[in-house]
């Protein structure tokens, strides 16, 4: 069964502070790995997409890594601002002959506190 | 704005009224996506059209959910005879594939709906 696990479920961390978000997945064929953010009662926004070949992929403070072979990801945030405070989802995209579909994780809940 | 824009944004309605939603995708994407996402849960597939044609549907799209594109263009989604457990925030993405490469859904808004 495709599925995309994330960890923790929700964290809270101080202004300033670095933290990492966990991805693992189950998904097969695997076409590529998306980070996105999705800020409360809006749409997700994508921060990263990394395909089989690529391990890590930054955009600003935003590190994504992957690692096709254990089939993990994770996203790192460096000096995490409020405006972080989000849920932050991982995505993995199956590829069919007519096209594909992605399959979501759960999300973790961050809140970044002053 | 041209990003991807839904309306209504919120819907309230009473079980068993039938609801419509419409979604227009940036104008040059010719690949459509709905999603249904729950409180506390990430976006679960429902169905995907490239141009007009619907290529999939989720077996969670039950036989009261209906899709279009008749064009190629916006896209609607209707729910007939509601239920509580509809009650859901509805997302629409759209997307443009390059040649051999991977495609970036652009999510819109949402339309939260509730039914009472």
């Known amino acids: 069964k495709n599925q995309v696990e994330q960890s923790p479920q929700s964290l809270i961390i101080l202004e300033g502070k670095n933290c990492t978000l966990q991805?693992?997945?189950?998904?097969?064929?695997?076409?590529?790995l998306r980070w996105y953010k999705q800020d409360t009662g809006r749409g997700p926004v994508s921060l990263t997409i990394?395909?089989?070949?690529?391990n890590t992929k930054s955009n600003g403070r935003y590190t994504a890594t992957l690692d096709a072979d254990t089939k993990q990801s994770s996203l790192h945030i460096t000096a995490s601002q409020l405006s972080d405070s989000a849920s932050y989802i991982c995505?993995?995209?199956?590829?069919?002959?007519?096209?594909?579909?992605?399959?979501f994780g759960q999300g973790t809940e961050l809140s970044v506190k002053p | 704005d041209t990003g991807v824009s839904q309306n209504p944004r919120h819907k309230i309605t009473k079980r068993g009224q039938n609801v419509t939603f419409r979604c227009d995708p940036i104008?040059?994407?010719?690949?459509l996506y709905w999603y249904r996402q729950t409180l506390g849960q990430g976006p679960e597939f429902l169905t995907y059209?490239?141009?007009?044609?619907?290529?999939?549907k989720s077996r969670l799209l039950s036989d009261r959910f209906s899709a279009e594109r008749p064009k190629g263009s916006f896209s609607t989604l209707e729910i007939q005879r509601t239920e509580q457990g509809d009650s859901a925030m509805y997302l629409c993405?759209?997307?443009?594939?390059?040649?051999?490469?991977?495609?970036?859904?652009?999510f819109g808004p949402g339309t939260r709906l509730t039914v009472l």
């Open positions: 991805c693992n997945y189950t998904v097969s064929p695997f076409s590529n």
């Open positions: 104008s040059e994407h010719n690949r």
């Open positions: 993405a759209s997307s443009f594939r390059p040649a051999g490469g991977a495609d970036t859904q652009y």
């Open positions: 990394m395909t089989f070949s690529e």
């Open positions: 059209f490239q141009n007009e044609a619907q290529l999939e």
């Open positions: 995505v993995v995209s199956v590829t069919y002959n007519q096209g594909g579909k992605l399959i």
